[in-house]
């Protein structure tokens, strides 16, 4: 058996399991924001931290990386064949959303102005640490991939401003480093699989 599983927040840079292929790529018209709660890893139930969804959204792209875990032990091929840039380079894809309704989904807190979401991420903590270091990472996580995120960079910009940090980096000049890859290579859009919310694979 072969599966891939689709990492946009902390699965980016820390997956968690093993895994037998890594690739970068997105997933079409979605977009990742700010809007779910976390009560048990980045913060608690009284100050419940903000970690990634994904938001739908026609045209946007969502930059991340799959995984492979491969449950054979013989190395299958087949679900890598590459194509054309207009067809996805992985389909089958595992990811995880959330439902964007309060009443259904108690974890989803909505957006918010990005000042008050700024101190929310700049104050939350839990067991595996604080909130502004998940969006940090991320930021970096993003970068080292070559695909930066104009919203977690505002975001993480407003964060350093709560907490008086110097050294922002504004967002027209984002940090250097390479953010254009051709779809022509084998970075070409992954497919969707909505799972429902119980098999959460990103935190």
Known sequence: MVF???????LVWN??????????GFIKDYKRVFDLACIDHRG??????????LEKE?????????YCVRGGPEKE????????????????????????????NKY???????EDMARQIATAFGPCGNNREYLFLLEK???????????VIEL???????LGIVGVVPKEKKMSGPSDVSLKSSLSPLKLTTLPEAIAMDS
Not at 82 to 97: A, C, D, L, M, R
Not at 156 to 162: G, Q, T, W
Request: hydrophobic share 40%.
């Open 4 to 10: 891939w599983v689709f990492g946009y927040g902390s």
């Open 15 to 24: 997956p968690g399991f093993e895994f037998d292929e890594k690739v970068i």
């Open 141 to 151: 996580a993003m970068f080292d991939i070559g695909h930066e995120d104009d919203y």
């Open 58 to 66: 026609e045209g946007a792209l969502c930059w991340g990386a799959a």
């Open 156 to 162: 993480a910009n407003e964060v350093r401003k709560v």
């Open 77 to 104: 091929k087949a679900a890598m064949a590459e194509g054309e840039s207009e067809q996805p380079f992985v389909t089958g894809v595992i990811v995880f959303t959330s439902t964007p309704d309060r009443i259904s």
């Open 108 to 114: 989803y807190l909505g957006p918010a102005p990005l």
């Open 44 to 53: 608690t139930p009284e100050h419940p931290a903000r970690t990634c969804t």
